[in-house]
């Protein structure tokens, strides 16, 4: 059983920075592309970053390009997705989730089997 557990959220000012950890347990981790997404309240999730399972291809959503980095460590089994100069809008859960297929002209919606419980990402203007 696949389990992903997600950490690092909190309350920050505007202009601040956070670090998201994703910690998997209980599958092949290596062999999977993770991406990261965000539900705000009264709105869909949708998708934030993506990550090859190689760490050599990184997809973004435009609204955070140049603030927001995803990445990973493989012999830790874990995902990161560091978030620079946090805007009021950026509040939203953020979850991780496992991606077993993209599409390079369609990375914003992969495929997803497992999805970690969420962490609250708030950010006070």
């Known amino acids: 059983q696949v389990q992903l557990v997600e950490s690092g959220g909190g309350l920050v000012q505007a202009g601040g920075s956070l670090r998201l950890s994703c910690a998997a347990s209980?599958?092949?981790?290596?062999?999977?592309?993770m991406g990261w997404f965000r539900q705000a309240p009264g709105k869909e999730r949708e998708f934030v970053a993506l990550i090859s399972w190689s760490a050599l291809s990184v997809y973004y959503r435009d609204s955070v390009k140049g603030r927001f980095t995803i990445s990973r460590d493989n012999a830790k089994n874990t995902v990161y997705l560091q978030m620079n100069s946090l805007k009021a809008e950026d509040t939203a859960i953020y979850y991780c989730?496992?991606?077993?297929?993209?599409?390079?002209?369609?990375?914003?919606?992969?495929?997803?089997?497992?999805w970690g419980q969420g962490t609250q990402v708030t950010v006070s203007s």
């Open positions: 989730a496992r991606v077993v297929k993209y599409s390079v002209t369609n990375y914003d919606t992969p495929q997803v089997d497992y």
């Open positions: 209980g599958g092949t981790f290596s062999m999977y592309a």
